[in-house]
């Protein structure tokens, strides 16, 4: 959310950046800009009209103390006017300020100049690649068809539990997810982030602050008769965390790296796979989050993204980076980009994971503060990062590190996470 006073000093600015995200609903600029004018001008006048009530009332006991009653009557009649003017004032500020907010959660976040300019997904830009891709001699079976090579994974019983979007892992594959998630965990740690376990439901005004309306109706599961909701990534909880606070700005960067699991709806998504388990409705994922002084976050955005695919080529998984264009961008962020892993079955990359800059969106609608060491007060920035989210992180893994004979490579940085193994063997 952009600061009011920007917006009604750079209007065309402001239409100029929705432009290129290829929004056509520019009036809500306009709009904005009316229902400021229309606050502040009620303002004044309340001002105005309080600092004269405040007079007439102290004129009615020197009337009194002279004895001019009628003075004294006329003067309490205008502070009763002024009073229910007043009332009325209150009213429209208060309608106006709501009104206002629903306009500003509308209108995005100003890009980053170094956005690519595009319509969607389809012109997002790759930037680097990192690791040979390779297309074995062999054919790569459907990545549920090799978990079931380990009796690894039982989608009917699932669809019976839960419905489509649901699995059982089972077996090695069980554990390779969550060796997978621990080797996340400590590499993460390793590199100077503090680990959290967040909650796994956040309040209304938490899902508000840290995304938009249109991605809240797509992903986030309401419970019923509760003013909860099922996290649909602990970078929500994690930032959350700091609403309404002011923080020391000799304490920052805030680094922190979390394990949860999550749950989407997907609603409005390319559809659930019946058979496998690259879109789904819960998952767990290792995320990080990054809450830093404005200068410092396009520093970190890099680090960031640098240390998923750090990760990834730790478990011999080759990757690309690819830079969101302007279209593909949620309202709320400033800038983006995704790390996708090949696929040798597809011949192609898929996203296992998005690194994204913020700005100050999600600190000014959850006021987080910084305090500078000049004693004065100003919005942090924060940034989001996905480090691994399996099981899509294991389509990737499996497809990668298998053999000819179904067997599966453990990369050496996996292996104390998986009893020491060297290898997985298939059971069928």
């Not at 264009?325 to 011949?347: I, T």
């Amino acid at each position: 959310m952009l600061d009011i006073k920007f917006v009604r000093e750079n209007p065309d600015v402001v239409k100029e950046n929705m432009r290129k995200k290829f929004r056509t609903n520019l009036e809500i600029v306009d709009e904005a800009v009316a229902l400021d004018g229309k606050f502040r001008a009620s303002k004044s006048e309340g001002d105005a009209l309080r600092s004269d009530k405040n007079k007439a009332a102290k004129e009615i006991g020197g009337y009194m103390a002279k004895g001019e009653k009628d003075k004294a009557e006329e003067a309490k009649k205008r502070v009763a006017e002024y009073a229910t003017r007043l009332d009325e004032l209150e009213k429209i500020e208060a309608e106006t300020v709501t009104a206002l907010e629903k306009v500003m959660r509308r209108i995005p976040q100003i890009i980053d100049d170094s956005v690519p300019i595009g319509k969607d997904d389809s012109e997002n830009v790759e930037l680097e690649k990192f690791g040979e891709p390779a297309v074995p001699d062999f054919e790569i079976p459907y990545h549920t068809d090799i978990m079931a090579r380990f009796d690894g994974i039982d989608l009917d019983s699932a669809r019976k539990v839960a419905g489509n979007g649901f699995y059982y892992l089972m077996g090695d594959i069980a554990r390779l997810h969550s060796a997978v998630t621990s080797f996340a965990r400590d590499f993460m740690i390793d590199n100077g982030f503090t680990y959290c376990i967040p909650p796994f439901m956040i309040r209304s005004e938490i899902v508000s602050g840290v995304m938009s309306f249109a991605e809240m109706e797509a992903m986030m599961y309401k419970i019923e008769n509760e003013d909860l909701y099922l996290i649909g990534t602990s970078e929500h909880s994690m930032i959350g965390k700091y609403i309404d606070t002011i923080v020391k700005e000799e304490t920052l960067p805030h680094t922190l790296t979390s394990y949860s699991p999550c749950f989407r709806k997907e609603k409005g998504a390319h559809g659930l796979e019946e058979r496998g388990v690259y879109r789904i409705h819960q998952f767990e994922k290792q995320e990080m989050v990054v809450i830093c002084k404005p200068e410092d976050s396009m520093t970190w955005y890099n680090k960031m993204w640098d240390l998923t695919v750090k990760l990834f080529r730790k478990l011999d998984i080759p990757v690309r980076t690819l830079e969101c264009c302007s279209g593909d961008l949620a309202d709320l962020k400033v800038k983006s980009v995704d790390v996708e892993a090949w696929s040798p079955r597809q011949k192609k990359y898929f996203e296992v994971g998005s690194c994204s800059n913020l700005g100050d969106a999600q600190a000014r609608r959850l006021k987080i503060r910084v305090n500078g060491t000049d004693g004065k007060k100003y919005l942090a920035h924060t940034l989001n990062n996905t480090v691994a989210a399996p099981p899509r992180m294991l389509i990737a893994f499996l497809e990668n590190n298998l053999n000819e004979d179904g067997s599966v490579n453990i990369p050496v940085a996996l292996r104390p996470y998986m009893g020491g193994k060297e290898k997985l063997i298939p059971k069928n």
